[in-house]
Nanobody
Framework: QVQLVESGGGLVQPGGSLRLSCAAS????????IGWFRQAPGKEREGVSC????????YYRDSVKGRFTISRDNAKNTVYLQMNSLKPEDTAIYYC????????????????????WGKGTLVTVSS
């Protein structure tokens, strides 16, 4: 059974850091395009950062560039999102997602669509 389970969310003060983890089971992440998405209250879900399956290309939305880093550990079948310099506007439920289709355009790594989704982890940035 394909499953993605996020962890690492919580309450953090502005300027703080969190590392989100997404553990995959039922399939091998090596061959999947993987991403982190978020949805804030009253807003649509948006792609935060995604990484390709074959060349390591990454995508970051403009508002997180320089602050967030996506990485994958294929040996652990896990993907991470390191979030630094967090801002109140980063508050959202963060979802991990994966898809086997190859996308060669880095700008479309998140928008090309995802087949599998986790249930999300809540990140709250507040003083």
């Amino acid at each position: 059974q394909v499953q993605l389970v996020e962890s690492g969310g919580g309450l953090v003060q502005p300027g703080g850091s969190l590392r989100l983890s997404c553990a995959a089971s039922g399939f091998t992440l090596d061959y999947y395009r993987i991403g982190w998405f978020r949805q804030a209250p009253g807003k649509e879900r948006e792609g935060v950062s995604c990484i390709s399956s074959f060349d390591g290309d990454t995508y970051y939305r403009d508002s997180v560039k320089g602050r967030f880093t996506i990485s994958r550990d294929n040996a652990k079948n896990t993907v991470y999102l390191q979030m630094n310099s967090l801002k109140p506007e980063d508050t959202a439920i963060y979802y991990c997602a994966a898809d086997p289709r190859i996308q060669t355009n880095p700008e479309r790594l998140c928008s090309y669509g995802m087949s599998y989704w986790g249930k999300g982890t809540l990140v709250t940035v507040s003083s």
